[in-house]
């Protein structure tokens, strides 16, 4: 009987021991972390492929209505592995939550990702709104931009992203045509309080996060500020 029982533990221990040795890529800590040398590889292949090529750039073609946080996707296969090894491990390619981007393409062709967590969130939502067959509006929180009552949705607390530039949580907000986002405004309010940069209303003042920071603000609608220079809703 102990001979059973002892058999038993060591085929318990060794299933635990492969499940970790196989556990997901996408799901690994150090495949969750935007780190700044990986960063760095990317912006130097960027770079030298630049130059090798009359200055055109290694980005996936996206539609022109593709937002701007979205919309330059690199494409390793331009660059690996002749000005790099590979995606790096915290990419979508290589099973990590990140998607690799340019931002400022015309005049400062600037490596950043995309936290794709966010995506599969919003998808989930928008998944729900559709099984209700339209979208549960709660309050109007400005022009064509409302909150949701996530209750109708069968929610049992509201959904929310971890800001990557305060760490806070970020609800989701939803504009007129049904189009799901994540709300950085209390991010934007707390950024500029601390900043000595000013805006003019009409400015897209989300710079201000992604300056500071390798993760993009991406699935977000433009904010400007008023006349006392704090953030308000762009949406249209």
């Known amino acids: 009987m102990k001979a ?20 997901p890529q996408e799901r690994k800590v150090e495949n969750q972390i935007p ?24 980005i996936k073609t996206r539609d022109m209505e593709t937002p ?25 390619e290589n099973g990590g939550i990140f998607q690799y981007v340019l931002i400022d393409v015309e005049t400062n062709p600037t490596v950043k990702v995309v936290d ?25 929180i400005a022009d064509n931009v409302f909150m949701l009552d996530y209750e109708k949705l ?39 309080q601390g900043s000595e940069q000013m805006f003019a209303p009409g400015d897209d003042i989300r710079s201000i996060l992604s300056d500071k920071s390798a993760v993009v603000p991406a699935y977000s609608v433009p904010y400007t500020v008023d006349e006392k220079n704090e953030p308000v809703y762009m949406a249209k």
Not at 36 to 57: D, T
Not at 117 to 122: G, P, T
Not at 164 to 192: A, C, K, R, W
């Open 116 to 140: 794709l967590r966010i995506a599969e969130k919003i998808r989930e939502i928008k998944s729900r709104i559709k099984s209700q067959g339209y979208p549960p509006f709660k309050e109007t």
């Open 154 to 192: 069968g929610y049992k607390t509201d959904p929310y992203i971890v800001s990557p530039y305060t760490n806070h949580h970020l609800p989701f907000i939803i504009t007129g045509n049904g189009e799901v986002y994540v709300d950085y405004i209390s991010d934007l309010y707390l950024t500029l």
């Open 4 to 23: 059973i029982l002892l058999k038993s533990s060591i085929v318990f221990i060794v299933c635990i021991l492969l499940s970790g040795c196989m556990y």
């Open 35 to 58: 780190y700044e040398e990986q960063i760095q590889s990317v912006q130097q292949a960027v770079n030298k492929f630049q130059e090798a090529n009359g200055g055109l750039l290694p």
């Open 68 to 92: 701007i946080y979205i919309k330059y996707p690199i494409e390793f296969k331009k660059i690996a592995p002749q000005y790099i090894s590979g995606p790096p491990g915290n990419s979508f």
